[in-house]
Protein backbone atom coordinates (compact mmCIF):
# COMPACT_ATOMS: atom_id res chain seq x y z
CA UNK A 1 0.00 0.00 0.00
CA UNK A 2 1.26 3.25 -1.19
CA UNK A 3 2.12 6.13 2.02
CA UNK A 4 -0.55 8.30 0.39
CA UNK A 5 -3.23 5.44 0.74
CA UNK A 6 -2.35 4.67 4.02
CA UNK A 7 -2.41 8.09 5.54
CA UNK A 8 -5.64 8.38 3.66
CA UNK A 9 -6.91 5.38 6.20
CA UNK A 10 -5.90 7.05 8.89
CA UNK A 11 -7.49 10.18 8.10
CA UNK A 12 -11.06 8.07 7.68
CA UNK A 13 -10.16 6.68 11.41
CA UNK A 14 -9.35 9.77 13.11
CA UNK A 15 -12.89 11.09 11.91
CA UNK A 16 -14.79 8.24 13.28
CA UNK A 17 -12.86 8.44 16.45
CA UNK A 18 -13.82 12.39 16.86
CA UNK A 19 -17.69 11.76 16.53
CA UNK A 20 -18.08 9.02 18.47
CA UNK A 21 -16.06 11.19 21.31
CA UNK A 22 -17.97 14.50 20.21
CA UNK A 23 -21.30 12.33 20.59
CA UNK A 24 -20.53 10.60 23.96
CA UNK A 25 -19.87 14.56 25.26
CA UNK A 26 -23.00 15.59 24.35
CA UNK A 27 -24.60 12.94 25.88
CA UNK A 28 -22.54 13.56 28.85
CA UNK A 29 -23.58 17.63 28.60
CA UNK A 30 -27.57 16.91 27.99
CA UNK A 31 -27.30 14.92 31.22
CA UNK A 32 -25.89 17.17 33.34
CA UNK A 33 -27.95 19.77 31.51
CA UNK A 34 -30.72 17.83 32.59
CA UNK A 35 -29.60 17.29 36.30
CA UNK A 36 -29.00 20.90 36.91
CA UNK A 37 -32.41 21.38 35.83
CA UNK A 38 -33.94 18.67 38.10
CA UNK A 39 -31.94 20.11 40.83
CA UNK A 40 -32.72 23.37 40.23
CA UNK A 41 -36.42 22.39 40.61
CA UNK A 42 -36.51 20.45 42.66
CA UNK A 43 -34.53 23.17 45.01
CA UNK A 44 -37.00 25.92 43.82
CA UNK A 45 -39.52 23.89 44.83
CA UNK A 46 -37.98 23.22 48.42
CA UNK A 47 -37.82 26.29 48.99
CA UNK A 48 -41.38 27.32 48.12
CA UNK A 49 -42.77 24.94 50.28
CA UNK A 50 -39.94 25.75 52.83
CA UNK A 51 -41.28 29.34 52.87
CA UNK A 52 -45.18 27.85 53.24
CA UNK A 53 -44.17 25.74 56.28
CA UNK A 54 -43.01 28.89 58.16
CA UNK A 55 -45.67 31.58 56.93
CA UNK A 56 -48.16 28.55 58.07
CA UNK A 57 -46.60 29.19 61.73
CA UNK A 58 -46.88 32.77 61.24
CA UNK A 59 -50.88 32.17 60.51
CA UNK A 60 -51.39 29.59 63.20
CA UNK A 61 -49.69 32.59 65.79
CA UNK A 62 -52.11 34.92 64.82
CA UNK A 63 -54.90 32.63 65.05
CA UNK A 64 -53.27 32.11 69.13
CA UNK A 65 -53.62 35.70 69.87
CA UNK A 66 -56.84 36.44 68.17
CA UNK A 67 -57.99 33.80 70.60
CA UNK A 68 -56.36 35.59 73.58
CA UNK A 69 -58.10 39.00 72.24
CA UNK A 70 -61.62 37.19 72.22
CA UNK A 71 -61.52 36.30 75.60
CA UNK A 72 -60.08 39.70 76.79
CA UNK A 73 -62.70 41.36 75.39
CA UNK A 74 -65.61 39.18 76.76
CA UNK A 75 -63.41 38.78 80.37
CA UNK A 76 -63.21 34.80 80.19
CA UNK A 77 -66.41 33.72 78.35
CA UNK A 78 -65.77 33.13 74.70
CA UNK A 79 -66.01 29.95 73.71
CA UNK A 80 -65.89 27.55 70.68
CA UNK A 81 -64.79 27.64 67.24
CA UNK A 82 -63.22 30.67 65.27
CA UNK A 83 -61.70 31.49 61.65
CA UNK A 84 -59.62 34.34 60.50
CA UNK A 85 -57.13 35.33 57.30
CA UNK A 86 -53.69 36.74 57.34
CA UNK A 87 -52.04 38.10 54.26
CA UNK A 88 -50.05 34.45 54.57
CA UNK A 89 -53.09 32.27 54.92
CA UNK A 90 -56.06 30.91 56.71
CA UNK A 91 -56.99 29.75 60.27
CA UNK A 92 -59.37 28.06 61.92
CA UNK A 93 -59.60 27.49 65.91
CA UNK A 94 -61.20 26.28 68.83
CA UNK A 95 -61.22 27.76 72.75
CA UNK A 96 -61.93 25.08 75.25
CA UNK A 97 -62.41 25.94 78.66
CA UNK A 98 -60.85 23.65 81.15
CA UNK A 99 -61.22 23.38 85.22
CA UNK A 100 -60.59 25.90 87.32
CA UNK A 101 -60.32 29.01 84.72
CA UNK A 102 -58.06 27.77 82.39
CA UNK A 103 -58.64 27.28 78.46
CA UNK A 104 -57.15 25.12 75.90
CA UNK A 105 -56.59 27.03 72.46
CA UNK A 106 -55.96 25.24 69.23
CA UNK A 107 -55.10 26.42 65.92
CA UNK A 108 -54.93 25.71 62.64
CA UNK A 109 -52.49 27.34 60.09
CA UNK A 110 -52.59 26.88 56.45
CA UNK A 111 -51.16 28.08 53.29
CA UNK A 112 -51.58 27.10 49.86
CA UNK A 113 -50.07 29.27 47.29
CA UNK A 114 -50.12 26.55 44.39
CA UNK A 115 -50.60 22.91 43.98
CA UNK A 116 -48.12 20.85 45.72
CA UNK A 117 -46.72 24.06 48.29
CA UNK A 118 -48.98 24.30 50.85
CA UNK A 119 -48.36 23.69 54.88
CA UNK A 120 -50.32 23.47 57.68
CA UNK A 121 -49.42 23.84 61.22
CA UNK A 122 -51.23 23.33 64.80
CA UNK A 123 -50.75 24.87 67.63
CA UNK A 124 -52.16 24.10 71.44
CA UNK A 125 -51.90 26.62 73.94
CA UNK A 126 -52.88 26.49 77.31
CA UNK A 127 -54.04 29.81 79.48
CA UNK A 128 -54.06 29.30 83.28
CA UNK A 129 -53.82 32.02 86.08
CA UNK A 130 -50.62 33.58 86.76
CA UNK A 131 -47.67 31.35 89.02
CA UNK A 132 -48.11 33.04 92.35
CA UNK A 133 -48.39 30.69 95.32
CA UNK A 134 -45.02 28.72 95.10
CA UNK A 135 -44.08 28.13 99.08
CA UNK A 136 -46.04 26.30 101.73
CA UNK A 137 -45.81 29.43 103.69
CA UNK A 138 -44.84 33.01 102.71
CA UNK A 139 -45.14 35.76 105.33
CA UNK A 140 -44.65 39.56 105.07
CA UNK A 141 -43.40 39.81 108.27
CA UNK A 142 -42.40 36.59 110.72
CA UNK A 143 -43.55 32.68 110.92
CA UNK A 144 -43.59 30.93 114.52
CA UNK A 145 -44.79 27.46 114.74
CA UNK A 146 -44.80 25.42 117.85
CA UNK A 147 -44.70 21.95 119.02
CA UNK A 148 -44.66 19.14 116.74
CA UNK A 149 -45.41 20.52 113.39
CA UNK A 150 -44.98 19.38 110.18
CA UNK A 151 -44.03 21.32 106.97
CA UNK A 152 -43.68 19.72 103.64
CA UNK A 153 -42.53 22.39 101.56
CA UNK A 154 -40.08 25.35 101.75
CA UNK A 155 -40.76 28.59 104.26
CA UNK A 156 -40.20 32.21 103.33
CA UNK A 157 -40.51 34.90 105.97
CA UNK A 158 -39.91 38.46 105.07
CA UNK A 159 -38.57 38.96 108.27
CA UNK A 160 -38.06 36.06 110.77
CA UNK A 161 -38.51 32.36 111.45
CA UNK A 162 -38.73 30.50 114.77
CA UNK A 163 -39.46 26.70 114.81
CA UNK A 164 -39.67 25.36 117.97
CA UNK A 165 -39.35 21.44 119.62
CA UNK A 166 -39.56 18.70 117.30
CA UNK A 167 -40.72 21.02 113.99
CA UNK A 168 -39.74 19.22 110.90
CA UNK A 169 -39.70 21.16 107.63
CA UNK A 170 -39.29 18.95 104.56
CA UNK A 171 -37.36 22.21 102.42
CA UNK A 172 -35.88 25.02 103.03
CA UNK A 173 -36.47 28.13 105.44
CA UNK A 174 -35.43 31.50 104.02
CA UNK A 175 -35.62 35.01 106.57
CA UNK A 176 -34.81 37.61 104.00
CA UNK A 177 -33.97 40.47 106.48
CA UNK A 178 -34.12 38.79 109.99
CA UNK A 179 -33.13 35.52 111.45
CA UNK A 180 -33.95 32.02 111.80
CA UNK A 181 -34.32 29.90 114.91
CA UNK A 182 -35.05 26.45 116.51
CA UNK A 183 -35.51 25.13 119.59
CA UNK A 184 -34.95 21.43 120.02
CA UNK A 185 -34.83 18.24 117.98
CA UNK A 186 -35.84 20.70 114.94
CA UNK A 187 -35.15 18.66 111.43
CA UNK A 188 -35.20 21.17 108.07
CA UNK A 189 -34.09 19.08 105.30
CA UNK A 190 -32.77 21.45 102.86
CA UNK A 191 -31.00 24.92 102.90
CA UNK A 192 -31.40 28.06 105.54
CA UNK A 193 -30.85 31.68 104.89
CA UNK A 194 -31.08 34.72 107.17
CA UNK A 195 -30.48 38.45 106.54
CA UNK A 196 -30.41 39.97 110.09
CA UNK A 197 -29.94 38.93 113.39
CA UNK A 198 -31.75 38.55 116.36
CA UNK A 199 -30.74 41.31 118.74
CA UNK A 200 -32.36 39.37 121.81
CA UNK A 201 -30.81 36.52 121.30
CA UNK A 202 -27.53 37.17 121.82
CA UNK A 203 -27.45 38.51 118.02
CA UNK A 204 -27.66 35.75 116.10
CA UNK A 205 -28.56 35.06 112.99
CA UNK A 206 -29.50 31.34 112.95
CA UNK A 207 -29.56 29.52 116.08
CA UNK A 208 -30.22 25.63 115.79
CA UNK A 209 -31.06 23.90 119.13
CA UNK A 210 -29.31 21.24 120.40
CA UNK A 211 -30.61 17.83 118.74
CA UNK A 212 -31.56 19.40 115.26
CA UNK A 213 -30.04 18.81 111.81
CA UNK A 214 -30.22 21.04 108.96
CA UNK A 215 -29.55 18.99 105.83
CA UNK A 216 -28.51 21.63 103.63
CA UNK A 217 -26.18 24.29 103.59
CA UNK A 218 -26.36 27.65 105.79
CA UNK A 219 -25.75 31.36 104.78
CA UNK A 220 -26.16 34.60 106.99
CA UNK A 221 -26.11 37.31 104.97
CA UNK A 222 -26.75 41.14 105.00
CA UNK A 223 -29.25 42.80 104.03
CA UNK A 224 -28.36 44.75 101.10
CA UNK A 225 -24.35 45.76 101.76
CA UNK A 226 -23.04 48.19 99.79
CA UNK A 227 -20.05 46.33 99.62
CA UNK A 228 -18.73 43.32 99.77
CA UNK A 229 -15.35 43.87 102.14
CA UNK A 230 -16.95 45.56 105.07
CA UNK A 231 -20.63 44.51 104.64
CA UNK A 232 -21.67 47.91 105.14
CA UNK A 233 -19.62 48.71 108.06
CA UNK A 234 -21.99 45.91 109.82
CA UNK A 235 -20.93 44.67 112.84
CA UNK A 236 -19.65 40.66 112.10
CA UNK A 237 -20.32 40.03 115.59
CA UNK A 238 -24.01 40.20 115.06
CA UNK A 239 -24.42 38.02 112.41
CA UNK A 240 -23.40 34.60 114.82
CA UNK A 241 -24.49 31.22 113.52
CA UNK A 242 -24.69 28.94 116.80
CA UNK A 243 -24.74 25.22 116.80
CA UNK A 244 -25.75 23.70 119.74
CA UNK A 245 -24.39 20.53 121.09
CA UNK A 246 -25.87 17.44 119.54
CA UNK A 247 -26.75 19.46 116.22
CA UNK A 248 -25.80 19.54 112.27
CA UNK A 249 -25.52 20.73 109.92
CA UNK A 250 -24.76 18.59 107.06
CA UNK A 251 -23.62 21.10 104.18
CA UNK A 252 -21.38 24.11 104.38
CA UNK A 253 -21.83 27.39 106.24
CA UNK A 254 -21.07 31.04 105.01
CA UNK A 255 -21.82 33.79 106.83
CA UNK A 256 -20.76 37.05 108.06
CA UNK A 257 -20.19 36.31 111.37
CA UNK A 258 -18.56 33.72 113.82
CA UNK A 259 -19.59 30.19 114.48
CA UNK A 260 -19.96 29.64 117.64
CA UNK A 261 -21.59 26.54 119.64
CA UNK A 262 -20.20 22.68 119.63
CA UNK A 263 -22.49 21.29 117.39
CA UNK A 264 -20.88 20.19 113.97
CA UNK A 265 -20.81 21.40 110.30
CA UNK A 266 -19.80 18.85 108.34
CA UNK A 267 -18.90 21.30 105.62
CA UNK A 268 -16.82 23.76 104.79
CA UNK A 269 -17.11 26.43 107.37
CA UNK A 270 -16.58 30.64 105.72
CA UNK A 271 -16.23 33.29 108.32
CA UNK A 272 -16.43 36.69 108.09
CA UNK A 273 -17.97 36.21 104.40
CA UNK A 274 -20.46 39.09 103.27
CA UNK A 275 -22.99 37.76 101.24
CA UNK A 276 -26.07 40.00 100.18
CA UNK A 277 -29.43 38.70 101.81
CA UNK A 278 -32.53 38.18 99.12
CA UNK A 279 -34.38 40.62 98.07
CA UNK A 280 -38.30 40.37 99.63
CA UNK A 281 -41.32 38.61 98.14
CA UNK A 282 -44.61 40.27 97.92
CA UNK A 283 -47.69 38.76 98.76
CA UNK A 284 -49.84 38.17 95.11
CA UNK A 285 -52.24 40.89 94.62
CA UNK A 286 -55.70 39.60 94.50
CA UNK A 287 -58.21 41.35 92.33
CA UNK A 288 -62.04 40.26 92.76
CA UNK A 289 -64.08 40.47 89.53
CA UNK A 290 -67.14 38.36 89.42
CA UNK A 291 -66.62 37.32 85.90
CA UNK A 292 -63.57 35.19 87.20
CA UNK A 293 -66.41 32.83 89.11
CA UNK A 294 -69.13 30.65 87.79
CA UNK A 295 -72.56 32.48 87.90
CA UNK A 296 -74.37 29.67 88.42
CA UNK A 297 -72.81 29.48 91.77
CA UNK A 298 -71.31 32.81 92.92
CA UNK A 299 -73.04 34.32 95.14
CA UNK A 300 -72.64 38.58 96.38
CA UNK A 301 -73.68 39.54 99.81
CA UNK A 302 -73.25 43.22 98.83
CA UNK A 303 -71.18 43.93 96.25
CA UNK A 304 -67.52 45.48 94.91
CA UNK A 305 -69.46 48.98 94.44
CA UNK A 306 -71.78 48.98 97.10
CA UNK A 307 -70.69 47.54 100.94
CA UNK A 308 -73.72 45.77 102.72
CA UNK A 309 -74.71 45.71 105.93
CA UNK A 310 -76.03 42.74 106.66
CA UNK A 311 -73.46 41.20 103.93
CA UNK A 312 -72.06 38.57 107.18
CA UNK A 313 -75.88 38.15 108.67
CA UNK A 314 -77.10 37.05 105.18
CA UNK A 315 -74.06 34.80 104.59
CA UNK A 316 -74.39 32.86 107.45
CA UNK A 317 -77.83 32.53 106.67
CA UNK A 318 -77.38 31.21 103.44
CA UNK A 319 -75.30 28.59 103.98
CA UNK A 320 -77.17 26.97 106.90
CA UNK A 321 -78.97 24.31 104.61
CA UNK A 322 -75.05 24.35 102.65
CA UNK A 323 -72.84 22.79 105.40
CA UNK A 324 -72.82 19.64 104.96
CA UNK A 325 -72.09 19.83 101.78
CA UNK A 326 -70.59 23.33 100.92
CA UNK A 327 -69.13 24.66 97.32
CA UNK A 328 -69.13 27.35 95.11
CA UNK A 329 -67.97 30.83 95.51
CA UNK A 330 -69.02 33.49 98.24
CA UNK A 331 -68.01 37.27 97.74
CA UNK A 332 -68.94 39.19 101.31
CA UNK A 333 -68.34 42.83 101.44
CA UNK A 334 -69.86 44.31 104.88
CA UNK A 335 -70.26 47.78 105.66
CA UNK A 336 -69.23 49.95 108.64
CA UNK A 337 -66.05 49.06 110.98
CA UNK A 338 -65.87 45.05 111.06
CA UNK A 339 -64.20 43.53 113.88
CA UNK A 340 -64.10 40.06 115.38
CA UNK A 341 -67.57 40.43 116.52
CA UNK A 342 -68.62 40.60 113.07
CA UNK A 343 -66.73 37.45 110.97
CA UNK A 344 -67.42 34.88 108.85
CA UNK A 345 -67.89 31.45 110.68
CA UNK A 346 -67.10 28.64 109.32
CA UNK A 347 -67.35 26.07 112.12
CA UNK A 348 -68.53 22.62 110.78
CA UNK A 349 -68.47 23.32 107.73
CA UNK A 350 -67.71 20.09 104.95
CA UNK A 351 -66.49 21.32 101.42
CA UNK A 352 -67.74 19.26 99.05
CA UNK A 353 -66.14 20.66 95.66
CA UNK A 354 -64.75 23.80 94.52
CA UNK A 355 -65.06 26.71 97.02
CA UNK A 356 -63.71 30.05 97.05
CA UNK A 357 -64.77 32.33 100.34
CA UNK A 358 -63.61 36.54 99.48
CA UNK A 359 -64.64 38.31 102.48
CA UNK A 360 -63.38 42.25 103.79
CA UNK A 361 -63.75 40.26 107.45
CA UNK A 362 -62.20 38.27 109.68
CA UNK A 363 -62.66 34.47 108.82
CA UNK A 364 -63.07 31.81 111.51
CA UNK A 365 -63.49 27.69 111.68
CA UNK A 366 -63.57 25.78 114.78
CA UNK A 367 -63.39 22.05 112.74
CA UNK A 368 -63.69 22.00 108.59
CA UNK A 369 -64.05 18.85 106.92
CA UNK A 370 -64.44 17.53 103.19
CA UNK A 371 -66.06 15.44 101.33
CA UNK A 372 -64.90 15.95 97.93
CA UNK A 373 -63.35 13.60 95.53
CA UNK A 374 -60.69 16.60 94.09
CA UNK A 375 -61.57 19.93 95.06
CA UNK A 376 -59.97 23.62 95.85
CA UNK A 377 -60.87 25.38 98.85
CA UNK A 378 -59.83 29.13 98.89
CA UNK A 379 -60.14 31.51 101.46
CA UNK A 380 -59.34 35.49 101.34
CA UNK A 381 -59.65 37.25 103.95
CA UNK A 382 -58.75 40.92 103.31
CA UNK A 383 -59.54 42.46 107.18
CA UNK A 384 -57.01 44.68 108.50
CA UNK A 385 -57.16 44.64 112.46
CA UNK A 386 -56.60 47.67 114.55
CA UNK A 387 -52.87 49.25 114.84
CA UNK A 388 -51.62 47.88 117.85
CA UNK A 389 -54.17 44.56 118.34
CA UNK A 390 -52.94 41.06 118.73
CA UNK A 391 -53.26 38.16 117.03
CA UNK A 392 -53.04 34.97 119.63
CA UNK A 393 -52.95 32.06 118.48
CA UNK A 394 -54.49 30.54 121.95
CA UNK A 395 -57.35 33.69 122.17
CA UNK A 396 -60.25 32.96 119.40
CA UNK A 397 -61.78 36.37 119.84
CA UNK A 398 -58.00 37.82 119.28
CA UNK A 399 -57.33 40.17 115.79
CA UNK A 400 -56.69 37.79 113.89
CA UNK A 401 -57.79 37.69 109.65
CA UNK A 402 -58.24 33.96 109.64
CA UNK A 403 -58.19 31.50 112.74
CA UNK A 404 -58.13 27.82 112.17
CA UNK A 405 -58.44 25.80 114.97
CA UNK A 406 -59.64 22.44 116.35
CA UNK A 407 -59.19 19.76 113.91
CA UNK A 408 -59.29 21.61 110.27
CA UNK A 409 -58.78 18.39 108.63
CA UNK A 410 -59.58 18.83 104.49
CA UNK A 411 -58.21 15.47 103.55
CA UNK A 412 -55.51 15.54 100.64
CA UNK A 413 -58.41 15.20 97.95
CA UNK A 414 -58.56 18.96 98.92
CA UNK A 415 -56.42 21.66 98.58
CA UNK A 416 -56.78 24.49 100.69
CA UNK A 417 -55.20 27.80 99.90
CA UNK A 418 -55.26 30.65 103.01
CA UNK A 419 -54.96 34.09 101.80
CA UNK A 420 -54.68 37.58 104.44
CA UNK A 421 -52.73 39.97 102.78
CA UNK A 422 -53.11 42.78 105.85
CA UNK A 423 -53.18 40.52 108.72
CA UNK A 424 -51.96 37.20 110.82
CA UNK A 425 -53.40 33.90 110.52
CA UNK A 426 -53.35 32.02 113.37
CA UNK A 427 -53.61 27.54 112.97
CA UNK A 428 -54.21 25.63 115.98
CA UNK A 429 -54.35 22.27 117.30
CA UNK A 430 -54.55 18.87 114.48
CA UNK A 431 -54.63 21.19 111.37
CA UNK A 432 -53.66 19.10 108.15
CA UNK A 433 -53.54 20.87 105.47
CA UNK A 434 -52.85 20.08 101.61
CA UNK A 435 -51.99 23.46 100.26
CA UNK A 436 -50.67 27.32 101.38
CA UNK A 437 -50.74 29.71 104.13
CA UNK A 438 -49.85 33.47 102.42
CA UNK A 439 -50.34 36.49 104.98
CA UNK A 440 -48.97 39.20 106.43
CA UNK A 441 -48.00 36.47 109.75
CA UNK A 442 -48.62 33.35 110.17
CA UNK A 443 -48.64 31.33 113.84
CA UNK A 444 -49.09 27.93 114.22
CA UNK A 445 -49.04 25.46 117.19
CA UNK A 446 -49.93 22.30 118.38
CA UNK A 447 -49.42 19.38 115.76
CA UNK A 448 -50.23 20.83 112.44
CA UNK A 449 -49.31 19.11 109.22
CA UNK A 450 -48.96 21.21 105.93
CA UNK A 451 -48.01 19.80 102.85
CA UNK A 452 -47.45 21.99 99.72
CA UNK A 453 -50.16 20.98 97.40
CA UNK A 454 -49.04 22.25 93.65
CA UNK A 455 -52.91 22.36 92.72
CA UNK A 456 -52.56 26.26 94.61
CA UNK A 457 -49.82 27.24 92.43
CA UNK A 458 -52.52 28.90 89.66
CA UNK A 459 -55.43 30.35 91.61
CA UNK A 460 -57.46 32.82 89.49
CA UNK A 461 -57.65 36.25 90.90
CA UNK A 462 -54.27 36.41 92.14
CA UNK A 463 -51.17 37.53 90.67
CA UNK A 464 -51.04 40.82 88.11
CA UNK A 465 -52.86 39.88 85.57
CA UNK A 466 -55.80 37.52 84.63
CA UNK A 467 -54.36 34.70 82.61
CA UNK A 468 -50.99 34.24 81.11
CA UNK A 469 -49.64 31.49 78.62
CA UNK A 470 -48.73 28.00 81.27
CA UNK A 471 -47.89 25.36 77.47
CA UNK A 472 -47.51 26.41 73.65
CA UNK A 473 -47.07 23.40 71.68
CA UNK A 474 -46.78 22.37 68.61
CA UNK A 475 -49.25 18.99 67.36
CA UNK A 476 -48.48 16.95 64.46
CA UNK A 477 -50.19 18.10 61.41
Known amino acids: ?68 AKLEETNGAFTGTFSGTTDEGNFTGTVTPQPRKRFQIDVAGVVEPGQGLGA ?46 NNIVHGSVTAATGWVATKTGVTIDED ?22 IGGNVKASVTSPPDPITCGGEDP ?7 EGTATV ?16 QGTISQNVCTAASPTKPLPTFTYSASNYDPATHHEFGTAETASGTAVSDFQAHII ?68 SVCDVNQDNSECSIHLKNNFEPSGNTAVVIYAPYGPVAVKNNQVQFGTIYADAIQIKNNQTLNYDSRVERVVGFGDVTYEVETWFELAP
Open 250 to 265: VGNMVSWGPKTGSGTV
Open 237 to 243: TKYKVRV
Open 120 to 165: TRRLRVTLAPPSSFLYAMLSNTSIATKGNDVIDGDIWSNQNVLLEQ
Open 321 to 388: PEKSAMSGSYYINQSGLAGQSLRIDLTGVTIAGDTTIIANVPIYANGLTDSAGDALFTLVSTYQPPTG
Open 1 to 68: MSIGRIGRALHREESGFAMIVAVVLLGVMGTLMALVMSVGSHTTFATAKGRSWVQALHVAEAGVHQAI
Open 192 to 213: VWSGGYDPNNLDRAVHLGAGGT
